[in-house]
């Protein structure tokens, strides 16, 4: 079975509350020590939970660090939605502010940072597990935004796939730059709103005619 293929099987299982436990606490020692840095025997020792616990529904390392991806993604696919989004409601202004806040609440959080270094890494051995954080997070949001610069394509010389790209790079390049060398920390509501504005603005003026 492909990582992917247990990532899904897992996301759509449900989980006992002792089981959750056990993968919160995996989860934080996956985020930070990675796969080989990882311990079963010192996750037990400092979490109170015993090795027993752990092998009563996880029969291996492997199987307990597939759990953590999957528990992961589906975390942030949640945090990465535009479920209340519509199109034709909005300014195209608003609606690039409004995806803009929502990529980077998703995507530059500390945790989002440390499940991308997990992902990367993992997708060494498993490409499968890279293309599925793909598919539900970048892939996403520029669905989303050619959706949008399609309805204002009278607009703009620039064909939506192009523009739902070059968006994203603007929003993201820099901050998360920025996150990953440790340079920058959290964005405040106040940062990020500036930022938001910004780019938006800066965007408009260069694709788009007045």
Not at 97 to 115: C, F, H, P
Request: proline share 2%.
């Amino acid at each position: 079975m492909s990582r992917q293929r247990a990532v899904t099987n897992f996301v759509e299982s449900q989980q006992t509350k002792k089981e959750l436990e056990v993968l919160s606490v995996a989860s934080e020692y996956f985020l930070n020590h990675g796969y080989k840095g990882t311990s079963i025997n010192a996750m037990a020792r400092d979490s109170g939970i015993s090795k027993e616990s752990i092998y009563r529904y996880f029969s291996s390392k492997l199987e307990l660090f597939e759990a953590v991806v999957a528990k992961q993604l589906s975390e942030y696919k949640e945090r990465l939605q535009f479920t209340d989004f519509e199109y034709e409601s909005f300014s195209l202004d608003n609606a690039l502010k409004r995806t803009a806040e929502t990529i980077i609440n998703a995507v530059s959080s500390d945790l989002t940072l440390s499940l991308r270094r997990l992902i990367f890494q993992e997708t060494i051995q498993s490409p499968d597990i890279g293309q599925y954080y793909y598919e539900i997070g970048p892939q996403v949001a520029y669905v989303h935004l050619k959706k949008i610069f399609a309805l204002h394509q009278d607009e703009t010389d620039f064909d939506p796939e192009k523009l739902a790209h070059y968006f994203v790079a603007m929003t993201l390049h820099k901050t998360m730059l920025q996150r990953e060398c440790g340079v920058l920390k959290p964005l405040s509501k106040k940062q990020m709103a500036t930022h938001v504005a910004e780019v938006a603005d800066d965007f408009l003026k260069a694709f788009f005619t007045n």
